[in-house]
């Protein structure tokens, strides 16, 4: 079996965000990290490795340069090898343009399951993993707290407050895991130093048989209009209870302010 785990390369959430003049993220201009929520997809990704014969796990990641860093840390977390798909005319590329690269890239790696992360730390739709299974045409189960592979089947149980939903799709299919799938390793020394020696290609547009116009920001349906700093917040309400009104007012300040 084959599984291929897509992560993202993202900006470091505790770093200030940096807008390049076409307001897309300055990519370049921040540290960026495999997205955490991601290697919850690796995580599961080897749990299923280790669990039977002959799995393969490639990782792969559409970004610029430095988005190898992804692939780098899921290497060295224990993945076998790594495509990058890396083109100049993907810059501003949107979900829509992601997931048509991916489904090219995950079409000519093979795979009987696509494992993905619930959601990007930066963009954080959450769409992604269902788009790219309707590009497949493969089965998709999203959400997945846990996940099991048996006999041709993927059984994913998704779970919230109010209900617990058991989904068994038929491989090959498009999973993404959430972060309560389970805890994920960190590398060991071994697989930093084993890391090293894996293979990982690099793939362009031209590789995939995809047309750079239907990429890119031109290709984009949602364009950034704005982006502007998030104004200082201001000072905070001192309300002093000096005879007994002082919860009253706290009420007022919530009533007015529709924090209930
Ligand atoms: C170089 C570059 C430039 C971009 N410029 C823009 C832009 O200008 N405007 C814009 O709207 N978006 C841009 N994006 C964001 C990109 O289109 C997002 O990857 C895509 O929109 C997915 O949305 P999301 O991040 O909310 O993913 P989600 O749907 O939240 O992601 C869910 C899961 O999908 C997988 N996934 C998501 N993205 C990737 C990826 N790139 N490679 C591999 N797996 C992935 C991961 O497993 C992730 O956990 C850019 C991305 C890159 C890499």
Do not use: N
Not at 76 to 98: F, I, K, N, P, R
């Amino acid at each position: 079996m084959k599984i291929v785990v897509c992560v993202k390369h993202v900006p470091d959430a505790s770093a200030d965000r940096v807008f390049a003049d076409d307001l897309t993220v300055d990519r370049e201009g921040t540290d960026g990290l495999l997205s955490e929520l991601d290697e919850y997809a690796v995580e599961q990704a080897l749990r299923l490795a280790e669990a039977g014969d002959d799995v393969e796990v490639v990782v792969l990641t559409v970004g610029p340069d430095d988005a190898t860093a992804a692939i780098k840390r899921a290497l060295q977390m224990g993945v076998g090898s790594g495509v990058h798909v890396l083109d100049d005319a993907l810059h501003g590329t949107d979900v829509l343009g992601t997931s048509t690269v991916l489904a090219a890239a995950v079409t000519k790696a093979g795979a009987d399951l696509v494992v993905c992360g619930m959601s990007s730390t930066d963009g954080a739709m959450g769409v992604l993993p269902a788009m790219l299974a309707e590009r497949l045409g493969w089965p998709g189960a999203t959400y997945a707290g846990r996940l099991e592979v048996a006999d041709g089947h993927a059984t994913i149980v998704r779970e919230d407050d109010t209900a617990r939903l058991t989904v068994e799709v038929d491989l090959p299919a498009v999973v993404s895991v959430t972060d309560q799938s389970g805890e994920a390793r960190y590398p060991s020394m071994k697989g930093i130093l084993a890391a090293k020696k894996k293979p990982v290609q690099t793939w362009d547009l031209d590789d995939l048989g995809l047309d750079p116009a239907d990429v890119g920001l031109g290709a984009a349906w949602a364009h950034v209009v704005g982006a502007e700093p998030r104004p200082d917040r201001g000072a905070g309400q001192v309300v002093e209870d000096r005879d007994g009104s002082g919860a009253g007012a706290v009420l007022e300040f919530l009533a007015a302010g529709r924090y209930a």
